[in-house]
């Protein structure tokens, strides 16, 4: 009589990992000490990769203060007869594409005096600006006291002060009501009505006394002709802004047009962001490896431990794919485990120093999911040969243990 073609039967995945798992499960201990030398690996490479990159988002913040996306554009000075850009200059410049904010102040060649008794030729080595409406956020200014120029206030004879113009002046509060401040430029009274905080940036702000675009049109004869833009732009295209600054700030002569360099921080910003931590993350590789040689060697010696229920197994019709699958799969889930705890514990790492040291939080999600997929691929590697050699053992020999 003919003998039935038996098959075994396939193991389902859940099954797989149920098996997988009892190994872990009964070893508790041994498996807690494997699965920690993954996760030093894997929390040194996110701890390496996560306080670097914090550090440098909080560099590059203090560089992006610095003005890392501005340019200034001005006439060429000392030229005979003088050269004025077009009236329509501001406009123009803000078509630019990568443009993402421009101003404008104008020298009215005003003096300004604290009073009407101090002498009429002593401007106190201040500068009189017409101002346009936007220019504190494009020059990254802000208000000390008070507040800045609208469209109602711009077109009556009200000032705003920079810090040092506020000093040399004697401005030191913005008053309102019955008293308010008041300054003298040429021969008209203007009102005080702000006073900016030191900009850092731009010290001929500081030195200066601002007015609003219509009040020095009517009140100071002011011919509406900016003397030098402000201009914000998407950083990557600042040198892209830069080489057509001059065609579009006046198109008639742009070989008049000086536009600044790029700021000395923009290198320094780009410097940053292209550092790359490489000796920690060999470091992290090299926790990695002795990780997984740690989970390599707990899993041979729980085959040598296990060659009793193998052989059982084994003898119970379970085939070497199927002996094999049961070790690797605890191998894999092993070092799953691990980097699942790294990844946690090099989060929280991450996440305290910043928080101690005041910077913004980054966790390259590169480095996680490679910490993840390493954590993995070590599981695979460190369980390949346990579980071929376990697959290998002769079901009587297995046996013979017992």
């Known amino acids: 009589m003919r003998e039935p073609n038996i098959r075994p039967v396939r193991l389902s995945a859940f099954d797989l990992l149920g098996l997988g798992l009892l190994g872990i499960r009964t070893r508790k201990t041994r498996a807690a000490l494997s699965a920690l030398g993954i996760a030093i690996g894997i929390a040194t ?16 913040r203090e560089l992006s203060a610095l003005g890392t996306n501005m340019l200034q554009a001005t006439a060429t000075p000392d030229q005979t007869p003088p050269v004025l850009l077009p009236k329509e200059s501001v406009g123009m410049v803000r078509r630019i594409a990568p443009v993402t904010g421009v101003s404008a102040v104008a020298n009215t060649h005003t003096l300004v005096r604290r009073s009407d008794l101090t002498d009429p030729e002593d401007g106190s080595g201040l500068t009189v600006l017409a101002s346009h409406f936007d220019l504190l956020p494009v020059i990254g200014a802000h208000l000390q006291q008070g507040s800045w120029l609208t469209s109602v206030t711009a077109a009556f004879p009200t000032v ?21 401040g008041q300054v003298m430029i040429g021969d008209r009274w203007f009102t005080v009505v702000g006073i900016l905080a030191a900009v850092p940036l731009l010290p001929d702000i500081d030195r200066s006394v601002l007015v609003g675009w219509p009040a020095a049109q009517s009140e100071l004869g002011f011919d509406g002709h900016p003397t030098k833009l402000y201009i914000r732009t998407h950083e990557p295209a600042i ?27 923009l290198a320094a910003k780009r410097a940053t962001e292209n550092t790359f931590s490489s000796l920690f993350l060999a ?36 085939n070497r794919g199927q002996i094999r699958g049961q070790f690797l799969t605890e191998s894999v889930a092993l070092a799953a485990l691990g980097g699942i705890a790294g990844t946690l514990l090099g989060l929280c790492a991450t996440a305290g120093y910043a928080d101690y040291r005041g910077w913004p939080l980054v966790v390259p999600l590169s480095s996680t999911l490679a910490g993840l997929g390493g954590a993995v691929l070590v599981g695979v ?20 243990s017992v």
């Open 45 to 60: 490479m996110i701890a390496v990769t996560g306080i670097p990159a914090s550090s440098q988002a909080q560099l590059v």
């Open 160 to 180: 705003v002060l920079g810090t040092v113009a506020a000093t040399r002046l004697g401005v030191t509060d913005v008053h309102t009501g019955d008293s308010p």
């Open 239 to 265: 040198e892209a802004v830069r080489a057509v600054l001059p065609e579009t700030v006046n198109p008639e002569q742009p070989a008049d047009v000086l536009v600044s360099q790029p700021s000395e921080a």
């Open 283 to 318: 470091l992290a590789a090299v926790a990695l490896l002795v990780g997984g040689i740690g989970v390599a060697n707990t899993m041979v010696i729980s085959v040598l431990e296990r060659r009793s229920e193998i052989g059982l197994r084994r003898a119970l019709g379970a």
């Open 381 to 400: 590697v460190a369980g390949v040969y346990p579980s071929m050699r376990a697959a290998s053992l002769p079901p009587t020999e297995a046996l013979a």
